[in-house]
């Protein structure tokens, strides 16, 4: 089994920035899509960026803002997200493809309010 324990939430003013990381324990033989998805209060949980070893994708909402990226010696997914807006307030949980099972973390909260 693989636990998620993700860090780097909290409280940030409109324009300023955040990094979350998440790190996978456990066996782990490969990684192979890590991603960040992201659920405001009363809506669904919606995908905001992905990364394999093979490329990144991101939602339209976020382009320009936020960077994913992965340590592969580290299992380690990060997302650095820039010019925060408070359209960006959720709950941000990590996702990770391991073995062909899915692993969620345990969320993180993300406010951007002046």
């Known amino acids: 089994q693989v636990q998620l324990v993700e860090s780097g939430g909290g409280l940030v003013q409109p324009g300023g920035s955040l990094r979350l990381s998440c790190a996978a324990s456990g066996t782990i033989f490969n990684l192979r899509t890590l991603g960040w998805y992201r659920q405001a209060p009363g809506q669904q949980r919606e995908l905001v960026a992905t990364t394999t070893n093979g490329g990144t994708n991101y939602a339209d909402s976020v382009k320009g803002r936020f960077t994913i990226s992965r340590d592969n010696a580290k299992n380690t997914v990060y997302l650095q997200m820039n010019s925060l807006k408070p359209e960006d307030t959720a709950v941000y949980y990590c996702?990770?493809?391991?073995?062909?099972?899915?692993?969620w973390g345990q969320g993180t909260q993300v406010t951007v309010s002046s």
């Open positions: 996702n990770v493809i391991h073995l062909f099972s899915s692993y």
